[in-house]
């Protein structure tokens, strides 16, 4: 089993809908959490970062974590065509200094 | 600030030859490092470098991949000798020492046939 998991699409929605990208985890020593953003032939790009159970929210991006449930949620509001890339969560455990474990990624394409 | 930089862009080797990859960090990033990406999965870390010391290679496949990072600025990944399965993007990253987060470069994809 991996230690995190996530739907790797694809992910269809009209433009202007609300997405939710969504990870489990399987270890509870994960303690920071991460959206990246990578678009065709890019590298990742950090969205959001959190280390508390709750919300946090960026313009268009709310990131949620539960740590109870070791479920995390990123959603996006009011979908553009520019949002159509492969989403990644990634996790850091507390004490093991920088080292992300990934999901293996959502794919979302926003439709015009 | 300039990003992450990274040479070739793309590369394509038969098996068994080996190739290089370079990496140049944000200049003052303390820490990089090397991830490889497989087609449809997330990043995995092979090496992190704090400055010019190795902080974690656990997962780096010492038999036929090294890396180095000269002076503690520019970074290269060798493979040697290549297999199918090295085709992959290879990612480099840095960033400072704190859990918020680095910049990525746009990679190297490296095809082995």
């Known amino acids: 089993q991996k230690e995190v998991e996530q739907d790797p699409g694809p992910l269809s929605v009209p433009e202007g809908a609300i997405v939710s990208l969504n990870c489990t985890y399987s270890?509870?020593?994960?303690?920071?959490f991460m959206w990246y953003r990578q678009y065709s032939r890019k590298g990742p790009e950090l969205l959001m970062y959190t280390y508390s159970s709750g919300n946090k929210e960026d313009g268009r991006f709310t990131a949620q974590v539960d740590k109870s449930s070791k479920y995390i949620s990123l959603f996006i509001r009011d979908s553009q065509p520019s949002d159509s890339a492969t989403y990644l969560c990634a996790m850091i455990k507390g004490g093991s200094g920088d080292k992300l474990t990934f999901g293996t990624g959502t794919r979302l394409a926003v439709r015009p | 600030e300039a990003g992450v930089a990274q040479s070739p862009r793309y590369k394509i080797i038969e098996k068994r030859q080996s190739v290089a990859f370079w990496c140049n960090p944000i200049?003052?990033?303390?820490?990089l490092y090397w991830y490889q990406q497989i087609l449809g999965q997330g990043p995995k870390l092979l090496i992190q470098f704090q400055n010019n010391g190795v902080v974690d290679d656990s997962q780096l496949p010492k038999d036929r991949f090294s890396a180095e990072r000269l002076k503690g600025v520019d970074s290269t990944l060798k493979i040697q000798p290549a297999k199918l399965e090295d085709s992959a993007v290879y990612l480099c990253?840095?960033?400072?020492?704190?859990?918020?987060?680095?910049?990525f470069g746009s990679g190297t994809r490296l095809t082995v046939v």
């Open positions: 990253a840095s960033g400072p020492p704190t859990t918020s987060g680095y910049t």
């Open positions: 270890n509870s020593a994960f303690q920071y």
């Open positions: 200049s003052g990033h303390a820490t």
